[in-house]
């Protein structure tokens, strides 16, 4: 009796491995305890090291938590022209790095990580004290 040849077990491809995302704002009129104020378009920017294959951006309301927008993209960046952000609205802004092979849950999607998470504010452009 001949020995069946072995079938190769297929094996899952490796997942790969991204940093924490980094998101920048330009141009910043100043920023306050962590928030970020803008007067105008502001183009939103991010990115991360390693293998990343794209990004979940998610912005939605910080005190009611409705949510403007939640889309995945290989993008890295978005201008919000002006009159898109209400004045005086305070927005969060979340950044997930999907890697190459893996899912949302591989990425550094740690809710508590300010390096993904920012807060910004559309409005008057002086910073508090200024005339």
Do not use: C, K, M
């Not at 920048?24 to 104020?37: A, I, K, L």
């Not at 390693?50 to 998610?58: E, K, L, P, Q």
């Not at 949302?104 to 200024?130: F, H, I, T, V």
Request: no cysteine; hydrophobic share 35%.
């Amino acid at each position: 009796t001949p020995t069946p040849t072995p079938v190769p077990t297929p094996t899952a491809p490796t997942v790969g491995s991204v940093s924490e995302p980094v998101i920048t704002f330009n141009p910043v009129s100043y920023e306050d305890e962590g928030v970020v104020f803008v007067a105008g378009e502001v183009e939103v920017s991010w990115h991360a090291d390693g293998d990343v294959d794209r990004y979940r951006i998610a912005i939605r309301n910080a005190d009611t938590n409705e949510v403007y927008v939640d889309t995945t993209t290989a993008a890295t960046s978005n201008a919000i022209p002006e009159g898109n952000l209400a004045e005086g609205v305070l927005y969060r802004i979340d950044v997930t790095a999907i890697p190459i092979n893996g899912t949302e849950a591989d990425g550094n999607s740690d809710p508590d990580r300010a390096a993904r998470r920012r807060s910004l504010r559309a409005g008057n452009p002086l910073q508090p004290g200024q005339l």
